[in-house]
Nanobody
């Protein structure tokens, strides 16, 4: 039974930092590609960060240089470290795997 649970969202001031967690069960995060997405009100869902087939991180241009995706195999968790956040980073953040077949419930990030 595949399950993804996001946590770590909250309110943060512009320029601050936040770390989101995506804890997986039912599969190992290093055996699959887990991606982070976000959706702001009135906007379409966009991929924020992921890994390519070679295991190299991929970032949307809007977050490149500010966000970092990483794996924690011991805790079966994928992190999204968000630094130098901006108001436009405000969104509901989701993690997903298996080409979008499985999604978490999302965690809200609000930047003021």
């Amino acid at each position: 039974h595949v399950q993804l649970v996001e946590s770590g969202g909250g309110s943060v001031q512009a320029g601050g930092s936040l770390r989101l967690s995506c804890t997986a069960s039912g599969f190992q995060v290093d055996d699959s590609i887990v991606a982070w997405y976000r959706q702001a009100p009135g906007s379409r869902c966009e991929m924020v960060a992921s890994f390519d087939n070679a295991g190299s991180p991929y970032y949307a241009d809007s977050v490149k240089g500010r966000f970092t995706i990483s794996l924690d195999n011991a805790n079966n968790t994928v992190y999204l470290q968000m630094n130098m956040v901006k108001s436009e980073d405000t969104a509901l953040y989701y993690c997903a795997t298996n080409g979008g077949k499985y999604w978490g419930q999302g965690t809200q990030v609000t930047v003021s």
